[in-house]
């Protein structure tokens, strides 16, 4: 039994390895999939230590002294699209989860803020948005962009190959988060989904790219 159990570590130690393609992880979580069903084995059976040696936070400081309700939620979308929590602490958002899954969803947030923020000024200028107006609808287009990357980002990691990853990685998460953030206070973001950008927001967030290269 000790041998089914080095390997099914082996097996999360790929999921959770940076240096692994998107390809190699769905095939280790398929493996150890199969590996725990032919043994009826669960993931309580399997140690998750070194699981969790691999939960870090990648932290970007927003250099917002109030950050924007927007940026918070569009934050909130990409680290749970892409296997994270994000913790906000004053200006700067914490991406807590697996590495390479923290790396990615910091990058990205860069990233794609960016975009949404040039997205909205454009459409403002076309429109002839101003004041009040322009900030209404900046911030709903933001938002409805990150609901609609979220869903993107879902749709792909739901599968029967990555539900086993889904096991391994919620609970180190959580138990990361515990010991890094003892009095963490958590809150429900609500999407602001009646504002004149909502619209061009989804819209946006179906069509922005999500291939862009990280480096790190």
Avoid: W
């Avoid at 089914?4 to 999939?33: G, V």
């Amino acid at each position: 039994m000790d041998k089914i159990i080095d390997r099914a570590k082996k097996f999360i130690a790929m999921m959770n390895n940076s240096a692994a393609s998107q390809s190699e992880t769905t095939q280790a979580a398929a493996h150890l999939k199969k590996l725990l069903d032919k043994h009826n084995l669960t993931m309580g059976d399997v140690s998750q230590e070194d699981v969790s040696k691999t939960i870090v936070k990648d932290i970007y400081d927003t250099g917002y002294k109030s950050v924007p309700y927007e940026q918070l939620s569009l934050a909130g979308n990409l680290a749970r699209g892409y296997g994270c929590e994000m913790i906000q602490t004053g200006s700067s958002f914490a991406f807590v989860g697996p590495e390479a899954s923290a790396l990615v969803a910091k990058e990205m947030y860069i990233y794609i803020s960016h975009q949404l923020y040039c997205l909205a000024g454009v459409n403002c200028i076309a429109q002839r948005i101003k004041g009040a107006a322009k900030r209404r609808y900046t911030r709903t287009f933001i938002i409805a962009a990150g609901q609609e990357i979220f869903d993107r980002l879902d749709s792909v990691t739901v599968s029967a190959e990555t539900e086993t990853y889904e096991m391994v990685r919620a609970p180190a998460v959580a138990e990361a988060l515990a010991v890094m953030y003892p009095r963490l206070k958590t809150r429900k973001l609500k999407g602001d989904l009646c504002g004149s950008g909502f619209a061009g927001g989804a819209e946006a967030g179906k069509n922005i790219s999500l291939n862009t290269q990280v480096t790190g």
